[in-house]
């Protein structure tokens, strides 16, 4: 009995097992598709365009002459002459250091003049005096040898006094702080009544702003074309300075290209001009330096939607019959919503633009539309 039980349950098995496998034999019928349906794209026929273009590098703005007002001598501040921000000219006197204790010392230093030249002239008539009197023998030979070492010692007390006199007057003059150049002086660091000290305390900056220079740093590949738009002189818009949004009007000019690459970074550094006579740019300042490129240069300009990153590489799709095929390529300079491809593409080839991001390597297409060029 359990054995015929047992040929009936393996009966209804086989039954069931054969009509799924017939189920699936109509799914599977030559009307089903086979594996996933191609990705819907839209191509670009890569092209070689004529553009303008400029290259960007960070700049940093600086003063072509700029200095710290230090004090030269111990004091407190007396005066300040000159209004915070304002233009100043050279020779201007901008600060005053309390100079009471350096004119008592000048007058000091004066008078001890006065007193040594009196030694002088005293010691002088007694060795003319001693002089005479040894000619006729009526002197000791030791009093006039004496006497003339008080001469030459006096003289020297002279030398000495008059020297103190200009040393005390050199503090005196240093009490008045003046620029050592026409520029623009900055907020003060110091206040009236202020204590400062010779040669620590930053009283204040003064900058000559126009014009002002753009530091660079370029790549020692491109030290050829930076020196041949210096030896032209380049001006006509080649070099234009941005500073956040916003274009600076002002046309540069490169002045000086420093002397060696830097071996560690393969980079050199670059100075412009900019003028700056509304004083618009300040020292210290970011900008963006954009560099014009070559007039009508010949360039593989693609959609930059096209494409794609992958663990610091840039790729396309390339359309080869139905099928997408990865390639890597070098990226140029964007130029709004397209980018220069400086190397891995050629003219003519097919990438997609549109639908990319369901594309895997080997992935089949169905080509939607072509894009304009």
Do not use: W
Not at 152 to 181: C, G, H, L
Not at 349 to 363: D, F, P, T, W, Y
């Amino acid at each position: 009995m359990a054995t015929l039980i047992t040929k009936v349950f393996l009966l209804i098995s086989l039954i069931l097992l054969l009509a799924g496998c017939g189920g699936n034999s109509q799914a599977g019928g030559p009307g089903a598709p086979s594996g996933p349906p191609p990705v819907q794209i839209t191509v670009y026929d890569v092209p070689v365009v004529q553009t303008t273009y400029f290259d960007e590098y960070p700049a940093v703005l600086r003063s072509f002459n700029e200095v710290e007002l230090r004090p030269q001598v111990n004091g407190y501040i007396t005066g300040m002459h000159f209004e915070e921000g304002s233009k100043v000219s050279k020779g201007q006197k901008l600060y005053s250091i309390d100079p009471q204790s350096y004119q008592a010392s000048y007058q000091q230093a004066v008078a001890n003049v006065d007193v040594q030249e009196a030694n002088l002239l005293r010691a002088q008539k007694d060795v003319e005096r001693y002089r005479e009197l040894s000619k006729h023998d009526a002197i000791a030979k030791q009093q006039v040898d004496y006497a003339e070492a008080t001469y030459e010692a006096a003289k020297k007390q002279v030398d000495a006094a008059k020297a103190a006199v200009q040393n005390v007057q050199t503090n005196v003059r240093y009490s008045s702080i003046v620029a050592p150049f026409a520029g623009r002086i900055g907020i003060s660091n110091v206040r009236l009544g202020a204590a400062v000290s010779a040669g620590q305390t930053v009283l204040n900056t003064i900058s000559a702003d126009d014009p002002i220079a753009a530091d660079i740093t370029i790549d020692q590949d491109e030290i050829i074309r930076f020196a041949q738009l210096q030896k032209s002189r380049a001006q006509d818009s080649i070099f234009q300075l941005a500073i956040g949004n916003q274009q600076y009007n002002g046309i540069g000019q490169i002045t000086v290209i420093d002397r060696a690459v830097d071996q560690q970074t393969g980079s050199i550094r670059a100075r412009l001009t900019f003028p700056n006579r509304e004083l618009l740019l300040r020292p210290g300042m970011s900008a963006r330096l954009r560099v014009k490129s070559p007039r009508n240069e010949k360039v593989i300009l693609i959609p930059y939607k096209a494409v794609s990153e992958m663990l610091g590489e840039f790729f396309v799709y390339a359309i080869e019959g139905d099928k997408a095929t990865q390639k890597r390529i070098i990226l140029g300079k964007q130029v709004g919503p397209n980018i220069i491809v400086k190397g891995g593409l050629k003219e003519g080839e097919k990438i997609a633009v549109e639908g990319v991001q369901n594309l895997r390597e080997g992935s089949k297409v169905a080509i939607a539309a072509a894009k304009p060029q």
